[in-house]
């Protein structure tokens, strides 16, 4: 099973920009999606975007779509969301996560998460 560690969390003013990024240890196969989600304190986590394979293939949530970019390196086994415009909304912890399809990571058919980092954004 993959390892996912997340890194680039922390406290940001409204209007500010993060990049989170997410390192895999191994791959479980030999193409994978990968998304993030997140999850706000008192609520449900939350699908934010997903990238295929070859990353020429993604999505977002509507709340985030036009502020932030999913992208990755697969030499590197790390993908990353650039996230633009910040508002107080976006604060919750940020997971990263492996699937077998893109669909699947929209979906929420997750093989492998992340232990997740923590997104403030102040007003």
């Known amino acids: 099973q993959v390892q996912l560690v997340e890194s680039g969390g922390g406290l940001v003013q409204a209007g500010g920009s993060l990049r989170l990024s997410c390192a895999a240890s191994a791959r479980t196969r030999s193409t994978y999606a990968m998304g993030w989600f997140r999850q706000a304190q008192g609520k449900e986590r939350e699908f934010v975007a997903a990238?295929?394979?070859?990353?020429?293939?993604?999505n977002y949530a509507d709340s985030v779509k036009g502020r932030v970019l999913i992208s990755r390196d697969n030499a590197k086994n790390t993908l990353y969301l650039q996230m633009n415009s910040l508002k107080p909304e976006d604060t919750a912890v940020y997971y990263c996560?492996?699937?077998?399809?893109?669909?699947?990571?929209?979906?929420?058919?997750?093989?492998?998460w992340g232990q997740g980092t923590q997104v403030t954004v102040s007003s």
């Open positions: 990238i295929s394979w070859g990353g020429a293939s993604t």
């Open positions: 996560a492996v699937a077998a399809t893109r669909p699947a990571v929209v979906a929420g058919t997750i093989d492998s």
